[in-house]
């Protein structure tokens, strides 16, 4: 008999440690995105998320009424899991689909790169200030104050087996900057040579945008655009290799 004092999330199983983790490494996900990412039907994908909810491991919010819930991992969670240097993921309705499409698009890309581990921005956020370097990011010149000023990717694809390969940085870009800031950033992205290549998924409206900015920067040759609904969603193997770089 388990005593009083001890926590529910004690018991953690080593399947829901590691989802734990994976929903702590990219902020939030949906039911959807881990059907993806376990290969499995959504409604078993919202079973397993709903039960590490109960377990106090998660928490669900759903900002946006036509779009899935977002599950973050609670403090708890990431005490359980030994998940460090990260705090919980915070969801607004303002960045709602940004996260969703995020989900959506890490849980894809592992089937486009299977030797590839797909990580988040908050994890490349927390390795580059433990580590004290840039690993994955663009660098954008000085700040306002003179200090360092980087831009980091929505995702990172981190090679696997081969330390001499570089990371691929992804971009999910679901709004039309200003061009010139746009530019800019392909412009630092082209010059970045701690990365492969950089991948940019959008929808049509924002492809347009970064095309005219990739031309401007003369990055074609290091940074790509892919439509954000040709990544492959079903739970069916895709045809062939999607991979783009």
């Known amino acids: 008999m388990v005593p009083s004092s001890t926590p529910r999330n004690s018991l953690l199983t080593s399947a829901r440690a590691e989802l734990v983790r994976w929903v702590a490494g990219l902020g939030a996900v949906t039911a959807e995105a881990l059907a993806v990412h376990l290969q499995v039907s959504v409604g078993s994908a919202r079973a397993r ?53 995020c989900a959506g698009a890490a849980a894809a890309l592992e089937r486009c790169y299977p030797d590839h581990r797909v990580a988040g921005e908050r994890e490349l956020r927390r390795d580059e200030r433990e580590q004290q370097r840039i690993l994955a990011s663009a660098d954008l010149g000085s700040g306002r104050h003179g200090g360092p000023l980087s831009h980091r990717p929505d995702l990172v694809l981190w090679p696997l087996g081969d330390p001499a390969r570089l990371p691929i940085a992804v971009e999910v870009e679901l709004t039309i900057k200003a061009p010139e800031r746009l530019a800019a950033i392909c412009q ?6 701690c990365v492969g290549g950089v991948l940019y998924l959008a929808p049509p409206a924002v492809e ?26 079903r ?11």
């Open 49 to 101: 998320l709903l039960a590490t909810e109960r377990g106090g491991l998660l928490t669900r919010c759903r900002p946006l009424v036509d779009r899935p819930a977002l599950y973050t991992a609670t403090r708890a969670g990431l005490r359980a899991a030994a998940v460090r240097g990260l705090e919980p993921g915070r969801v607004s309705a303002a960045g709602a689909l940004h996260l969703i499409e």
């Open 188 to 193: 630092a992205w082209a010059r970045a040579r």
């Open 208 to 233: 347009r945008a970064l095309l005219r900015a990739i031309e401007q920067a003369q990055a074609g040759e290091r940074v790509v655009v892919v439509a954000l609904d040709a990544l492959p969603a």
């Open 235 to 245: 739970l069916d193997p895709p045809a062939g290799d999607c991979r783009v770089l």
